[in-house]
């Protein structure tokens, strides 16, 4: 009986310790890190790496971008990000697929004036020769 209460207290603590998350889940949120870290100090090369060529980039207004405009909007400051805080991020891998929600607060600096946007995101990543890419993004006011 020592031994099956061992175990189970064992399994559940590596549960715990590896927060559930598989390898693909795991590199999924790497990439939204990256991704959110890049948004705060573009980097063309990071982008578009990041970036599936048939990216469409949904923003809260109802503008929507292709992979250029996207990378473009960042790398010449019409979109200029402060910060970035991610918060109740939810990671769901199926196959070569990946759903990613969460909620995304922002302070910016666009066109030279200071402002914040609080947004829940839904972006959708594929595996495209084991990397993890953006495909698309839509974002809502909340």
Do not use: C
Request: proline share 1%; glycine share 8%.
């Amino acid at each position: 009986m020592k031994k099956i209460l061992l175990i189970i207290l064992g399994l559940t603590f590596l549960n715990m310790t590896g927060n559930g998350q598989s390898k693909d889940e795991k590199s999924v949120a790497e990439a939204v890190e990256t991704l959110r870290k890049t948004m705060i100090d573009p980097d063309k090369a990071v982008l578009e790496n990041l970036a599936s060529d048939l990216l469409t980039y949904g923003h809260s207004g109802g503008k929507v971008e292709d992979k250029a405009s996207f990378v473009d909007t960042f790398v010449t400051g019409k979109s200029d990000f402060k910060s970035i805080e991610i918060s109740e991020q939810t990671i769901q891998v199926v196959g070569s697929t990946a759903i990613v929600r969460h909620k995304f607060a922002g302070e910016t600096f666009d066109k030279g004036v200071s402002g914040t946007v609080k947004l829940a995101i839904l972006t959708v990543w594929m595996k495209e020769k084991g990397q993890w890419k953006l495909l698309a993004r839509q974002a809502v006011k909340i």
